[in-house]
Each structure stands twice: as C-alpha cells, then as structure tokens.
C-alpha cells in the first residue's frame, strides 16, 4: 500500500499513472531471478557524515573504487583501486575462483560456493534463513516509495525508494537505518543506477553503483604460473 502523498507526488512529477500496488511493482524488478546480460557495475563508497575523528579512521576505505564485469550465469570479474591504483583482481567461474594482488602472479583457489549465477540470491538467502531470495526481499522490504518516471543525467528513468530491514535486528529504533534509491531503464527494468545509504546516529555512508550492459563482455580463466 502506498502512502497519499508519495502517491500524489509522483502523479505531479512524472505525469504518468500511479501504480496500486508499489510493493508488489518493486519487488517485480528486484526479482532475483532477472538476468539483464553482460554487465559492468562501477562502485564507489563516500562517508557522507561522521565526526572528524571517525573519517580520519576511515579515509582511505572511501577511496575504494571497484569495477565488477559480469557474465551471466556465472562469471565475474573484479578490480579494485585505491585512491586511483590498483589494488587487487579476482576473477571467478561458477565454483572456479582465482585472485591476486596487484603486481603479484594470479593465484587459484579452493573452490567455494557459486555466488556470481541465477541462484546466488537464494544461497544468501538460506544461509540468513530465508527460503529463497524472493522470500528474503518480501520480509526485508520497507517503505516502499514508487517515485515514477523521471530524468537522470539526461536520461530518462524509473526511480524506487525503499528501506531494508536487517535480518535478525529488532524493528523498532535500529540502530542503523539502510534506504536504497534505484533508477531503471523504463523499457528494460534494468538498473542505471541505485545508492544504498547506511544511516545511524553518528555516521552515515551512501554506497553508488553506476550500470552499464555490453554483449561483447566476456570472462575468461586467467593465467597462473606453475
């Protein structure tokens, strides 16, 4: 159910019909089971309000930038940099994992759990003793705000405001508060952008991941020495 006012503003904003059920269009394109393609996400951290004290502590985890390709059902790769220099890569295939330091020569190891395919929502999902990823999202899902169509850094998007639950934490006055805002292609439902804000009483930090979709991705093993 969503609330007047959310409802009535995004008929002003967007100029399109106001949904009836906003929790039911969300968790729609939040399905776990949507496969949108080869894909990059460029992911970027800030602390957006703490103490001196604490950002001093924390400078350097904000200067992280991660660029993660992926290729559906089960490829990913990722590099991440600091403050601009490369950091670290790892890549992994199904149950297959690798990973190095930057400079340093590719290493295998042990296999692990397959996080990068169709399922990897429904793992996560158990092992926080949900029944699948769609059972996770109804019971985690909060406040939704379905804001309708409206622009992006020229384009033109679908805009979702939602709160998340922490599993496990009580629902009244947590501690910290998460809020995630998403943009979608109208077209596609795939996601443009979303920024996840982690809001408590004495820091806050927004998590940015930027999205863009190229068929010729492709994620091969790398080369390890013998």
Known sequence: MRFPAIAIASLLVSGEPVLADCKSDLLAVLDPTRSHGPSQQDITTALTKSSPEM???LEDTFNDRTIVRSVPPDRIQSTTFRNGVLQAEAI????????RDAGSPWKARQPRPNLGGPDATNVIAKTLGFTDGTDLLEKTVRSPEC????????????QFRFEIATPGAPTTA???VTKITIWLEPD?????????????PEI???LTINYSYDASIKIEPPTVPN
Do not use: C, F, Q, Y
């Open 188 to 200: 596609t439902s795939r996601p443009i952008r979303t920024v996840t804000a982690m809001i408590g």
């Open 92 to 99: 992994t295939i199904g149950a297959l994992h690798w990973d």
């Open 55 to 57: 950002a001093k502590l």
């Open 174 to 176: 947590p501690s910290m």
């Open 147 to 158: 804001l309708g169509r409206g622009r992006l850094e020229g384009r033109t998007a679908n």
């Open 204 to 206: 806050e930090t927004a």
